[in-house]
């Protein structure tokens, strides 16, 4: 083996760049990772399940957390950021920022805090679909297992949570602090956000309540969610008896997302088999212009097409409507059938796609360059740094990792100075 | 060793609140005589460690029992080095957070916890490093785009590799290609294949070492130490040492004859792959040489189609893509027609299709082939029904290409030879692929060290592959670090101990070489089991499989276990406090218990729960120590398993439930209710179910009644 030369600085820590750093870890080299939320975990944490097995998420980000426990050589740094990255490969220069949680490493999760808490925050990690105090949990898988303060939401002067933590793990007065380090590579796995489907004319999203998007849908879904698993009507809480999922929402579309986002069909497949389950009665209407469902996925399609009450029509949604009592009118086009379709449901699901973090939030200094879709698509980057995940182009689970897992091994290389 | 315990009962986290912690010191000085037992109200803070610390070295302690929290958090804070055995007695997540404060059962169940792991401690020994020379270059078999991508990449990390290939050229497939699909943004055009640089790049490395014409005529050993014989140009033989093999075999295509309903015996219908072949030649021509004007494309021939390959191969849609740029390029008055089910372009490939469609000569429809016809002047139409160009539509064509998929070259030849007593190719999960059908860990196979790469992988496109490629050689580097140091892979990643055979009471049942997922056991004539140890993944399956119960780990063992039940105590039936034994695996049920008390969700406070490596690892004597010191029931709660298996050991939860069912005969001989003993498949998702499941179990133990054999 190659003198071990340089560390490794994997910036993002949802599943690519936990996958990243752990590979490289376990094969013996140094590596700090950084994400910018309070807790690891990232988009994945807060799904239900994964296509096509209906697996848990929490099932592979805990054994992926447990090796990271016992793996001295990866460094974790939460709610840190780049903040200017310089040199070359072998020898970066990275400034980080690591913005204060307001937690130590004395909390212990008693939650003595939350109940003294007077002020409410939408929750990120659930869409703002629900309010949590400004000091909580992160969520259920979240690393490290302490809880964090959204301070901009502190009532001035309030200091409730301090004197009520028996373990004096709160400090309000937390400051930023900025360190530097010299990474011999680096890897961009910051991950992707949702499109912004209130910019999709016509589907009413953000209007009607009872329009929400993929990522929404998975939260509904999920045991520790807003709903605690039950698939309800945001508007009312009456349960869902019709859904419909409308693909491509704002994606294969010039005026928004070019590109396909490889994994908005499954996911509502998935997602349908999560209405079906929860209603044996409900009715599913997806409307596509392709179902991909490529490789061994093929068989999820298969038997999700079995359940007759899935109904799936090759068309356009063309617009969407309030209805009756809370229901909403979905228009489109029915391609193979000829002429238009209209349904009435209680719940529309938009299939939005993934779009880079890196386009809408860039990092400092000219050296990450992006595609023209937004990707740090490897070949055009400067020796020494790579992307992971969704970052080097829209991906699904199972192939972040693969890659994730090569792109360790490309960061080792850099590391070893070959 | 010396084997000195300390007991530290932690009063933080409401377990003062709970319970008296001085009568659970009690239990620890009076029944277990340990010599030092001390309580702290906050044990992970800066002072309780010191105290630790302290004791460790001043009380001349190697072993310590913390009744506090779960040992999924502070792993690190409690860690004391390699020579201190630490042992987690959860009593925050099953006993403070879960439980009423201050009642008889609560104190019952801590006490309770205090003994399990007292008596698990003092049983635990340190591991015994395992030495190898190992071998620290790769193997990799096949010189296609995958193989040399792994091979390159290994280099490139400083590791030797040695390359075979059973042709006398490297490239494999990729030498038949005219162009390549897009692989760069915008993702539009397609590109030279680039495989000359690559095989220069390869040929000239030196840390790799090109074994060509070769093929692999056996591969012996274990994981750092593969004793590999080649056989080179059909005779002759070599050998070679590896550390770890990562299989690039690739893909088979389709056996197209096979397609007969879409017309395949017609001179002018061909598969993609001869057209491939025909593109790069230079002319695009039917069978009697004459220029084709125009070329139907006929997608998912023979896949997603239960009657040949019943998945998608994922990569013909972007290829016919690719091939009717072909037609256009040799006319502007060529037309490609391309019929599809489905348009699999997915992510940036859809730039690639947009491109396509805009091109004025590529017609592009969704509809079915419902007819192949060959016409007398051997042009061949294509009937094509529910299309987007009219119901029933006839396309009549110089050429017709057959889209078709392809096989792992796995599928009939097991390639590898590997000399295990489980035989000689990789278990294969799904489809033919020996792909570990796991979301989360892609690369695993049932044979450590041995990695799939590509096509044989899984049904992928060439650009894929040579990521993939990456992937995997990353982890055949791993692992050989990680055996070189002893320690073992996924995911009981770092462990450094191995099961240990009291061979001289072997009775060669073979239970335990037959049931290990990872072939790890080979086996004498006399079918005495010998562990090759750089395989073994650490599941204890082979612990839970032998009758005889020879086998076992330094810190986990059949009479460990056995053990920690026969150190509970049990109420007698008078006392109408049922006991309820629950076996919890580690890796989704323990912490599935966690996230129940992080939600303070209570259930009943007559279990007690015991974790394991795997359920695979029960051993049945369990369920006789359990039953015959007076528990009522037993739960058995651990991964999914069957076709979507979740179980980390890929076949350790699925080995428990078909041990477990020949259990039912000896309970019904013992007038036992066969339903005290049940296995339950729980997923961390799971976890607010798991307290109904308690519920519902220990009502039916009531129902039952007290186990009989109580107080005998």
Known sequence: ?418 | MANKTGVYICSGCEIGEATNVEELQQVALKEFRVPVCKTHPILCSEEGVNLLKGDLENEGLDRLVLGACSGRYHEDTFDFGKEVVVERAPLREYVSWTQPHQEEDTQMLAADYIRMHTTAVQMKQLATPFEQNTEEALLVVGGGVTGMTSALESAKAGYAVHLVEKEDRLGGFARKLHRRTPSRSPFELTESPDLDELIREVESHPKITLHMSSTIASIAGAPGDFSVRLNVNNGNEKSLRAGAVVLASGGKPYDASRLTHLGIAHDNVITSVEFEQMAASGKIVRKDGQEANSVVFIQCAGSRDPDHLPYCSSFCCTVSLKQAGYVREAGADKKAYVIYRDMITPGQYENFYRARQNDPGIFLTKGDVSGVHENPDKTVTVDVDNSLLGEKVAIAADLVVLAIGIEASTRDDPILNLQYRQGPGLPDQKYGFPDSHFICFPYETRRTGIFTAGAVHQPMDMNFSRKDAAGAALKAIQTIELTRQGKTVHPRVGDETFPVFRLDQCTQCKRCTEECPFGVLEEDERGTPSIQEARCRGCGVCMGACPVRIISFKDYSVDIIGDMIKSIEIPDEFEEKPRILIFACENDTVPAFDMMALERIRYSPYVRIIPLRCLGGVNLVWVSDALSVGFDGVMFMGCKYGDDYQCHFMKGSELANVRLSKVEETLSRLQLEPERIRQYEVSMNDYKQVAKLIETFASDIDDYGPNPFKGM
């Open chain 1, 1 to 418: 083996m190659a003198e071990n030369k340089g560390l490794i600085l994997v910036v993002g820590g949802g599943i690519s760049g936990i996958t990243t750093a752990l590979e490289a870890a376990e094969t013996g080299y140094e590596v700090i990772l950084i994400e910018t939320r309070p807790s690891l975990g990232g988009r994945v944490a807060g799904f239900h399940q994964y296509f096509p097995k209906l697996c848990p998420p929490t099932c592979g980000v805990e054994i992926n957390y447990q090796r990271l426990r016992r793996n001295r050589r990866v460094q974790v740094h939460t709610n840190t950021q780049v903040g200017e990255i310089s040199g070359e490969a072998g020898n970066f220069t990275v400034k980080l920022v690591k913005s204060p949680a307001y937690v130590n490493n004395k909390c212990v999760m008693c939650d003595k805090c939350t109940p003294v808490c007077p002020a409410e925050v939408p929750s990120d990690h659930d869409y703002g679909m629900r309010n949590t105090k400004a000091i909580h949990l992160p969520h259920r898988m979240a690393y490290p297992p302490r809880f964090v303060v959204e301070r901009a939401h502190c009532p001035s002067g309030c200091d409730k949570c301090v004197s009520a933590c028996p373990y004096g793990a709160i400090d309000l007065n937390m400051e930023s602090r900025e360190f530097e380090v010299n990474p011999a590579s680096i890897v961009m796995a910051t991950g992707w956000r949702p499109y912004d489907a209130t910019r999709l004319e016509r589907m009413q999203f953000g209007a009607l309540p009872n329009v929400i998007s993929n990522v929404m849908m998975e939260r509904l879904a999920a045991t520790d969610g807003p709903t605690a698993g039950k698939i309800n009507r945001p508007s009312d809480g009456k349960k869902v008896e019709t859904v419909v999922f409308v693909q491509c929402a704002g994606s294969r579309d010039q005026d928004h997302l070019p590109y396909c986002s490889s994994i908005c069909c499954l996911a509502s497949l998935k997602q349908a088999n999560y209405v079906r389950t929860a209603n044996p009665d409900a009715r599913v209407f997806i409307f596509y212009i392709d179902i991909r469902t490529p490789g061994k996925f093929e068989a999820f399609y298969s038997r999700t097409r079995e359940d007759k009450n899935i109904e799936f029509i090759k068309g356009k949604v063309a617009r969407v409507e309030p209805g009756q009592d809370g229901r909403v009118i979905v228009e489109a086009e029915d391609i193979l059938r000829g002429g238009k379709v209209r349904v009435e449901v209680d719940l529309v699901v938009l299939a939005t796609g993934m779009e880079s973090n890196l386009k809408t939030q860039g990092i400092n200094g000219d050296i990450v360059h992006l595609d023209e879709d937004g990707f740090a698509s490897a070949h055009l980057q400067q020796p020494g740094i790579f992307a992971a995940g969704v970052a080097q182009g829209p991906v699904d689970v199972n192939s972040s990792i693969q890659e994730a897992t090569g792109v360790a091994l490309k960061a080792i290389q850099a590391a070893v100075g070959e």
